[in-house]
């Protein structure tokens, strides 16, 4: 049964919005996981997986001894017991497979692991500037002059959390993403590290849409409280911004172990993955990105080489649960049903220790705002058994409302407003920043891991991911059908609930 085509929205004028969905037949599931995802071609890489507890150097010898083509041994992690290389030679998998202390050997899939979501770019511009241009909405208790643009916040009680004096500060916020904005003055006073693991780019985002994805998630979680703009849920965050992805939304898994890695090791808190990417249940034909030259092709077996990935992401993120960072991710944007649907299943959200957030949001807000903020996601994936909590991610109909509504001095599309205003676009030819509207769980994820970054304030040493996790399930509001259910999982988060226990 064919899955919804690619939907874009033709809109006139200064609209500028983007629908980026990876709904495809699984026939096509060789060629989405590599499709843009290299640039010039390059090796394959592999993962390799040692037992528990044995040291990588005699390992890696042995690795070296194979003697296959082109070998490069890229980097090994005693934490994580891997160790990543490269090679062309497809024999090369089985030989390592047969290596002492060996347990398994993985292949390093490269995929787009953007998940399919909508933006808007508005016309105002970010910035000091736009403060004396501002709507004529009422903010919230704070003096940012569009946050009134900014129902997520009240959809989580962020103000509440703020008038109990909890603004994130002590807390330290990895975000794994694409390129970032960091001249955005919105978020740059807290930005205190960055890191980049994508060859041939920077951490500073050149992306030919103008829309930095991870610059809107980072924006969610800590835009400062300055006056200007907008504000992020823990404005007193700091934040850890390291690049796992091409500007174009593409990466190897190994990136994304590595930056988990990396944010733990440089005293992240908490830990945002506003991408995801799908492995099919089944064994199936890699392309190496390159579909026309079969030469590099190489069979993926689901339970030996699938298998063994998640293996290896997981080590990643029981190492940070163990070294006390909460790992957070959002749930993916196809509306499957992960309770039922056995073909494919979405990471990092279904890696262990990770919290995978769904998302909601209201429909109509632009014409009343006091709808409610809470009608599950039109796109949100679901299932009892695989979300944790639900949390703000934007909303729309399909149709979209293309009613003209003012809020406060805004006009525009009615179904615009539905969506999650932040940071995040920018004209690279003019240096021009502009706020944006998003939809996708990437917009709930950040969501939830500012109100983590709360509670890491508040608690400082003493906090977990499992008091985090504890804190959110006696917090959260119990919005979908009683107790855990498929869209919600265990409740709404609840931030001013969450910061009084």
Not at 158 to 185: C, S
Not at 308 to 330: F, Q, S, W
């Amino acid at each position: 049964m064919k899955r919804n085509p690619l939907l874009r929205l033709a809109l006139p004028l200064m609209m500028l919005i983007v629908v980026a969905s990876c709904k495809k037949d699984l026939h096509e599931i060789n060629g989405t996981l590599n499709r843009n995802s290299r640039g010039p071609k390059q090796d394959r890489g592999f993962i390799i997986i040692a037992k528990e507890g044995v040291k990588l150097d005699a390992i890696s010898a042995s690795l070296e001894k194979i003697g296959a083509r082109n070998f490069k041994l890229k980097e090994a992690i005693p934490e994580l017991g891997l160790i990543h290389v490269q090679t062309p030679d497809p024999s090369f998998p089985e030989k390592a497979r047969k290596i002492q202390d060996v347990e398994a050997v993985a292949i390093d899939l490269v995929q787009n692991w953007r998940l399919p979501g909508k933006f808007y770019r508005s016309s105002v511009k970010a910035g000091r500037s736009a403060a004396n241009a501002a709507g004529k909405g009422k903010a919230l208790i704070n003096t940012n002059p569009y946050s009134f643009l900014q129902w997520g916040l009240n959809s989580i009680k962020a103000p509440q959390a703020w008038q109990k004096g909890y603004q994130g500060e002590g807390a330290k916020v990895a975000v794994l993403d694409g390129g970032f904005l960091l001249n955005d003055e919105e978020i740059a006073p807290n930005i205190i590290l960055t890191h980049n693991f994508i060859e041939g780019e920077e951490v500073q985002y050149h992306g030919a849409d103008g829309f930095s994805h991870g610059t809107h998630v980072a924006g969610t979680i800590a835009a400062l409280d300055d006056e200007v703009g907008v504000v992020g849920v823990a404005p007193k965050a700091k934040l850890i911004l390291v690049k796992v992805l091409s500007d174009e939304g593409s990466g190897p898994w190994s990136g994304i172990i590595d930056g988990i890695f990396y944010a733990v090791n440089h005293g992240a808190n908490v830990i945002n993955m506003s991408l995801g990417g799908e492995l099919p249940r089944k064994t199936f034909t890699d392309d190496n990105g390159t579909p026309d030259d079969p030469s590099d092709d190489m069979v993926v077996e689901y339970d030996r080489d699938i298998k063994d990935l998640v293996k290896a992401m997981n080590r990643a993120t029981l190492y940070a649960n163990l070294l006390g960072t909460t790992v957070i991710a959002a749930a993916g944007n196809d509306a499957y049903n992960y309770d039922v649907e056995k073909r494919f299943i979405t990471y990092p959200a279904a890696c262990l220790g990770v919290i995978s957030i769904s998302s909601n949001g209201p429909l109509g807000w632009g014409i009343n705002q006091d709808t409610t903020l809470y009608i599950p996601s039109i796109f949100t994936n679901y299932g009892k058994n695989f979300i944790s909590y639900g949390a703000p991610g934007g909303n729309y109909t399909d149709p979209p409302n293309f009613t003209i509504v003012n809020v406060g001095g805004i006009v525009n599309y009615e179904y615009v407003f539905d969506f999650v205003f932040n940071i995040g676009s920018w004209d690279e030819a003019t240096n021009t920043f502009f706020y944006t509207w998003s939809a996708g769980t990437s917009m709930a994820a950040p969501h939830a891991s500012a109100v983590a970054a709360l509670l890491y304030g508040k608690y400082r040493r003493l906090a977990s991911p499992i008091l985090v996790d504890l804190i959110f399930r006696k917090s959260s509001n119990d919005y979908g059908t009683p107790g855990k259910d498929a869209f919600f999982g265990n409740g709404q988060l609840n931030a001013g609930k969450a910061v009084s226990y």
